[in-house]
């Protein structure tokens, strides 16, 4: 079972988002986690925010993958899910 420990939670919230409204999901894949960006997200975004955004989801799957845990990244068709709040 690959889940997220709370140490893990706080060492990847500590990563700055490189911009404001990036859907990220982490998603429990039994084996690994998954970090799931939305097609829609990134193609709306310029060369230099998509160059910021992969960078990012590199040093968190390099951090999530520190404790122990597989990590990959999974790209979604569409637009992120709203929010419920």
């Not at 999901?25 to 970090?35: E, R």
């Not at 845990?69 to 068709?77: I, L, M, N, P, S």
Request: charged fraction near 20%.
């Amino acid at each position: 079972m690959a889940s997220m420990s709370s140490d893990m939670r706080k060492a990847v919230h500590q990563i700055k988002v490189p911009y404001k409204g990036l859907i990220v999901d982490f998603v429990d894949m039994d084996k690994y986690i998954a970090l799931r960006v939305y097609e829609n997200q990134i193609m709306a975004m310029s060369d230099q925010q998509q160059l910021g955004t992969m960078e990012y989801l590199q040093l968190v799957r390099t951090t999530i993958e520190s404790y122990g845990v597989t990590c990959h990244f999974e790209g979604a068709k569409g637009d992120p899910p709203r929010s419920i709040v």
